[in-house]
């Protein structure tokens, strides 16, 4: 059996990573570019959710490198999300591609059915072997995206640019090697030195940004025109709401953003007081944490037809005037043109100068 | 008291329930008009670009009722039956309509959560009739009283009467021509006749019996779906699916119209779920979708219900000779 799984952001580092501990044999699909986006597009449903298309071509890829089975994560709705490993399971195989579906449904619904397929996935292993390589793959999780949030919040002060980067990549690369938990943390101090050696000028006083959406909108740099790396680079201060061990966590508890989402839902209650599926109500209650730790602005990324993302655009607007902070909602499909992207986040970066000024004005 | 209930979304599912609720406990229920132009021009006008026919729809007579009442009633629907959710866009509801830029008397907008159990949907029942009386025992027989109104509407619609005719009570002649055409989709797209561009009247006027979801037996739907290779989580999806299966099996069609919203998130994907079955399983029936959306034409729901309706009946010719 040969696995392949889509990709997101930097999950295909994490489970290579498990896979190989595990002695898993697995083909990575080509990272997502246009090619696997135009293959989504024409396979799947029209008005299906940008993610499902994305993913549907990073599988094609896969089997057409050579895999004969597919690891998908499932769910219990209320998203669509739940629903995505079947119907890339139909829609494959309605193409004519010979392979077998293996659906982790959450373990919190069966965990008997969890603990099978993860046996069937690492048939050479025991439960608890997989448990332990589990544990360390989730150290590695946990670093990367502890380095990824410096990186977000450093890069604005850059005194060259791109210097940021190069130290993220060269950070990334040290991790990504990196075997027992004793290296692993090791490799996580350096990433950290890594950026912060970079040269800085913390002269500034940069515009604070809060990003805010749908996870996989976030988290996959292709899809969303790297506008973190954008923003960067124009001097800008970020903060993101959703990192890729949120997603992938079995806490409830957020461990990299340090706010749990009892809290979120809280901070949300005034505009959405239920949850609707996603990051519906957490994206709403990111929002107002940004707006009350004083961030110039937010952007929220949905892409098109997210249903819980719609929720939460339709009560924003509420958010906004009564907190005053400017949103600016990113819809992104396939029909999305990086040109128009940068017009509107330069239009957006304006705005929050021009508000900034004026505030600085008033009091002084 | 004055509670309008806005003729839109779930209105399609329990209004039998809500009416008699709502009118035993006291109040007086209105409910809006008919969906026009200028309702869903309220609608579209109000909400945000991204949101789905239906929910735009369900703002415009939210809107048109804003003035006549002293109280909306907007449920939140999270599900209706244990393993289950409806659609998202139902959880969000209430948030989303408070959220509109303009005064709006009081919204009524209890849970409906039947995953918490009985006891959680009953406390909200409670909740519910407190609006209008403290008496513990007018409520309960107000419920169930509405129950059974609910029941005696879904015992019409079970036995081949149509929803709409089963909610307003007029009732058109049946069709006496040998074709059926199964219509599936979301109640509020299909029986909303501007919505849906009176596409049922149009096939009725063909002398074509039209079928709905509504008509197949509970039962016979969940024991459809529990065969799927995943569980639906949404229940409203689970009729849809039920249903085109059922008829497949039976061959009780000559034809399925699936009925769909643009952007509508469970839709886009039981509708790869019933062409996957139906090729699946080397069926011929055939099946066209329509999606609607604010901007559909007349004209080319007419050409296409035309083109559908000459080929199936050029097709059952064939069969029988």
Same mark, same amino acid.
């Given at each position: 059996m040969k696995i392949t799984f889509p990709h997101m952001g930097n999950l295909d580092i994490i489970l290579s990573d498990l896979f190989t501990r595990l002695d898993v044999n697995f083909v990575l699909p080509p990272k997502t570019t246009t090619k696997a986006i135009n293959l989504g597009v024409k396979y799947?449903?029209?008005?299906?959710?940008f993610p499902l298309k994305v993913t549907i071509g990073n599988l094609i890829e896969g089997l057409e490198a050579g895999a004969d089975a597919v690891v998908m994560v499932g769910g219990i709705?209320?998203?669509r999300f739940g629903f995505y490993a079947e119907i890339q399971n139909k829609i494959l195989h309605d193409m004519g591609y010979d392979f077998e579906m293996i659906t982790l449904e959450?373990?919190?619904?069966d965990i008997k059915d969890f603990a099978g397929k993860c046996k069937k996935i690492?048939?050479?292993?025991?439960l608890w072997q997989i448990l332990q390589a589990v544990r360390i793959v989730w150290k590695k999780a946990v670093a990367i995206d502890e380095v990824e949030r410096e990186v977000l919040k450093w890069r604005a002060f850059?005194?060259?640019?791109r210097d940021t980067t190069v130290a993220h990549k060269k950070g990334l690369a040290a991790l990504k090697d990196a075997i027992t938990p004793c290296e692993i943390k090791k490799a996580k101090e350096k990433a950290l030195s890594l950026v912060n050696e970079v040269e800085k000028d913390l002269c500034r006083c940069p515009l604070k940004i809060g990003i805010v959406g749908e996870f996989y909108a976030l988290l996959e740099p292709y899809v969303n025109f790297d506008i973190e790396g954008y923003l960067g680079q124009k001097g800008i201060y970020l903060e993101r709401a959703v990192y890729l061990t949120d997603w992938i966590?079995?806490?409830?508890?957020?461990?990299?953003?340090?706010?749990?989402s009892d809290e979120l839902a809280k901070a949300a209650k005034p505009y959405l007081s239920h949850f609707v599926g996603g990051e519906g109500q957490t994206t709403v209650g990111h929002v107002v944490k940004f707006a009350e730790e004083g961030f110039d602005g937010v952007i929220q990324l949905l892409p098109f037809t997210c249903m819980p993302e719609i929720i939460a655009k339709s009560v924003l607007p509420k958010v906004r005037k009564e907190l005053d902070i400017p949103v600016l909602t990113l819809i992104i499909d396939e029909q999305t043109g990086r040109a128009g992207v940068i017009t509107r986040l330069e239009a957006f970066i304006d705005l929050l100068w021009n508000r900034r000024k004026k505030k600085l004005l008033a009091v002084g | 008291m004055k509670v309008g209930i806005p003729r839109a979304l779930l209105y399609y599912k329990y209004f039998p329930l809500w009416n008699t609720f709502f009118s035993e406990l006291g109040a007086e229920v209105v409910l809006s008009p008919q969906t026009n132009k200028r309702i869903l021009n309220l609608g579209t006008e109000a909400a945000?670009?991204?949101?789905?026919l239906p929910v735009k729809v369900f703002y415009g007579h939210t809107l048109s009722l804003k003035d006549k009442v002293d109280a909306l009633f907007v449920p939140?629907?999270?599900?209706? *039956?244990?393993?289950a959710y409806t659609c998202p866009k139902f959880l969000g509801l209430p948030d989303m309509i408070r959220a509109l830029d303009v005064d709006l008397p009081q919204i009524i907008s209890p849970t409906i959560n039947l995953k918490l159990g009985w006891r959680e949907f009953y406390r909200s029942i409670y909740e519910l009739g407190g609006y209008f009386t403290k008496n513990f025992f007018k409520i309960t027989l107000a419920f169930h009283k509405g129950l059974n109104d609910l029941r005696s509407f879904k015992h019409l619609t079970q036995n081949g009467c149509l929803l709409n005719e089963a909610l307003t009570g007029r009732f058109s002649p049946v069709p006496k021509g040998p074709l059926r055409i199964g219509v599936v989709g979301h109640p509020y797209n299909i029986f909303d006749s501007y919505v849906s561009m009176n596409l049922i009247e149009r096939l009725q006027k063909k002398d074509i019996k039209v079928l709905t979801a *509504?008509?197949?037996s509970p039962e016979i739907i969940d024991e459809i779906v529990s065969n799927l290779q995943k569980k639906l989580f949404w229940t409203y999806e689970k009729d849809v699916v039920g249903a085109v299966f059922h008829w497949l099996d039976t061959?009780?069609?000559?034809g399925i119209i699936y009925v769909l919203s643009f952007a509508c998130g469970p839709d886009s994907l039981i509708q790869i779920l019933i062409e996957h079955e139906a090729k699946e399983k080397g069926f011929s029936v055939p099946i066209m979708p329509i999606v609607i959306d604010e901007h559909s034409g007349e004209a080319g729901l007419v050409t296409r219900l035309e083109a559908f309706t000459d080929m199936i009946s050029r097709k059952a010719v064939k069969e029988k000779s």
């Open positions: 799947a449903p029209e008005f299906a959710c709705g209320p998203c959450p373990p919190m619904a690492a048939s050479k292993k025991t850059e005194k060259n640019p966590g079995p806490s409830k508890k957020n461990s990299v953003m340090g706010t749990d | 945000e670009n991204e949101v789905c939140r629907i999270v599900s209706v *039956e244990g393993g *509504e008509m197949v061959r009780a069609v000559d």
